[in-house]
């Protein structure tokens, strides 16, 4: 058997070099690079291989450890799950800082691989810098916290470990269904330590990614349970974009005359302006698609995991005749809300079920205007919000209304936490799939930046902006100095409302009177963060890291704004300086919370009473 002699860092990168992911007769180079940040625990082994014999991978510096996960997240979420970049870093602190990364990206079902360093295997330094020393357990480390938020894990503490160990992580990362967060732990001796491996380990290899087709016999229980419904509502969630199914999915929804409205991750799979488009549903959704849920007696789940904010925390839907049908190639989602079931790609599904229902002659029973009607109400109110006007300062919604009015239907937006992604779900007008990448299945603050970063890199030829509110922006801003150092144009939208806006308002709502969530400073006559809001120049931190930047505080100076930062060759950043609480509101949904039995204040005990109210009127499953 041929060999080559190589460390066990550099066998890593030779092989992933050579692998290739094929959907639908398109193969794709799958793995694209490295984002990485050294430290002792990577920078001899995996960085000395990366920097000699890194092959056609590229590399990225990263400056932080969570915010280059999110990039690579971003990157291989706009991608549709065909190319990924591979995360590296150091032992202790700058693994666990991809923690919360790995998390991100499990929970959305986006593939991302995680290379943290980890202590000596010889265990000859013992203990080495930054090695965590349990007494009652020797053998864990700080990666071991990577478990519960990986879909596989490994550590390899033998070079020869490390044939196996990428066998089993290509199949995870390549999995529609099992893909998510993939660690190998690598011990830093490890790292360098040499092996003579099959020179057949690193010959190119194609992963297929076959369609799994619909059962025949799903179809048929799924079209007799469609065919007994006359008030029928599509939620179309990630999948759709997964499956690069959005074009079918319209064309069953016209076969039928039958209303969609979208999750998060499913947005912009159907144009805003088509008249079957009901919008966002749920907690976030729009006033027309959370009166058609109401009333539906089928709810169609296309490749959605049916998260609280999509359910309304399971209140959504109050016809007592409502049944679910689930296409989803994730058996574990398919069941939610307890479901029939169509275990499959979303594309196949959807065609195969449209035939069957074709045969049967089926049609949904609509009265006439019904839908129209509500589409033409919640237009208007969009329009009423695009327009809200203030005396004492920019609203949100009116932020929002410029923006969307001066993208092109191709740019693409990202957004992740805070008031925006209810706002944007509610009345942002997307028109081509793709444009609207919102990370809500873990909704962490710092993606913003990060995975506007990531879908840039994804799709050069695109315009990207970046949705962030101030509160996210200070906690995660440090991939804006990737981007500006890798000469990445995107476009940050800082919407300044004073602090931690979106939950101030939820705890207002459930009768507080506001505590800890704006940025003011403290007070001295009270004790309390309750003084004069903290005056934050964004625009100027974003000139000191070397972007172009603008400030807006009229609709005005936001179109303005707004062109001159189109010209800009680099990453620039607009600070929009909006008024606190002028976001949109529930519209006749709600999202369940905990609120206390037991408190001092009146209002509060008024909301625990309402509380209870609604999950009496919710499904208990």
């Known amino acids: 058997m041929k060999t080559i002699r190589l460390t066990m860092a550099q066998a890593l990168l030779k092989f992933l070099d050579q692998q290739y992911l094929s959907v639908d007769g398109e193969e794709t180079k799958f793995v694209r690079g490295f984002m990485g940040i050294f430290g002792h625990g990577n920078v001899t082994g995996l960085g000395e291989a990366l920097e000699r014999q890194a092959g056609e991978l590229i590399f990225i510096q990263g400056k932080n450890e969570q915010g280059m996960v999110h990039a690579a997240t971003a990157y291989a979420k706009q991608k549709n799950r065909r190319q990924i970049f591979a ?16 998390a991100t990206a499990t929970v959305n079902r986006i593939p991302v691989l995680l290379l943290p360093g980890d202590n000596f295997a010889s265990r000859q330094p013992d203990p080495v810098l930054q090695q965590l020393e349990i007494p009652t357990d020797y053998s864990i480390s700080a990666t071991d916290a990577f478990k519960p938020v990986s879909k596989f894990w490994d ?6 470990q490390l044939m196996t160990s990428l066998l089993h992580a290509m199949r995870v990362l390549t999995d529609p269904v099992e893909t998510g967060a993939v660690t190998l732990a690598l011990p830093q001796d490890v790292q360098a330590e040499a092996y003579d491996y099959p020179a057949s380990f690193f010959e190119k290899r194609v992963h297929t990614l076959d369609r799994r087709p619909a059962s025949p016999h799903a179809i048929k229980r799924a079209a007799d349970l469609v065919a007994g419904k006359k008030k029928p509502l599509i939620i179309a969630g990630g999948g759709v974009h997964y499956a690069a199914a959005a074009q079918e999915l319209l064309a069953f929804a016209e076969a039928f005359g039958i209303p969609v409205a979208e999750t998060q991750a499913g947005k912009s799979a159907v144009p805003w302006n088509h008249p079957l488009s009901l919008g966002g549903v749920g907690a976030t959704g729009t006033l027309a698609a959370n009166r058609i849920a109401a009333e539906a007696d089928l709810i169609i789940g296309v490749g959605t995991r049916f998260s609280d904010f999509t359910t309304a925390s399971k209140s959504a839907f109050q016809n007592p005749d409502a049944a679910f049908l689930n296409l989803n190639i994730s058996a574990f989602d398919a069941v939610k809300m307890d479901a029939a079931v169509i275990t499959a790609d979303a594309k196949e599904a959807i065609a195969a079920l449209q035939e069957a229902l074709t045969k049967r002659g089926y049609r949904s029973g609509y009265t006439e205007g019904r839908i129209s009607g509500l589409k033409a109400e919640w237009d208007e109110e969009v329009n009423r919000l695009y327009a809200l006007e203030s005396d004492e300062g920019l609203t949100q919604t009116r932020a929002i209304g410029v923006i969307n009015g001066f993208v092109e239907p191709t740019d693409v937006i990202v957004c992740a936490a805070g008031s925006l992604p209810g706002d944007l779900h509610r009345v942002w007008r997307s028109v081509e799939p793709k444009t609207y990448h919102m990370e809500y299945g873990f909704s962490c603050m710092g993606y913003e930046i990060s995975g506007a970063f990531g879908a840039a890199l994804a799709e050069p030829s695109r315009n990207v902006y970046s949705f962030v509110g101030d509160g996210s922006y200070l906690m995660l801003h ?54 004069s809001y903290m005056p934050i120049d964004f625009a100027a931190h974003a000139r000191s890291l070397g972007a172009a930047s603008y400030t807006a505080r009229t609709a005005d100076e936001l179109e303005q704004a707004l062109r001159q930062a189109k010209l800009e060759p680099g990453p620039v ?3 929009i300086k909006v008024l606190p609480g002028t976001n949109t509101d529930s519209y006749e949904s709600w999202w369940h919370v905990g609120v206390p039995e037991v408190s001092v204040s009146d209002k509060v005990l008024e909301a625990h009473q309402q509380m209870r109210k609604n999950v009496k009127a919710a499904r208990p499953y």
Do not use: Y
């Open 87 to 102: 995360c590296t870093t150091s032992i202790g602190p700058g693994a666990l800082n991809m923690v919360t990364g790995a």
């Open 155 to 160: 550590r390899i503490i033998r070079p020869e």
């Open 478 to 531: 440090s991939e804006f100095v990737t981007a500006i150092q890798e000469g990445v144009k995107l476009t940050v939208l800082l919407f300044d409302n004073h602090g931690f806006q979106c939950i101030h308002n939820l705890q207002r709502g459930h009768g507080s009177d506001g505590f800890g969530n704006e940025f003011r400073f403290r007070a001295k006559e009270t004790g309390r963060l309750n003084g």
């Open 573 to 575: 950043l607009v600070e």
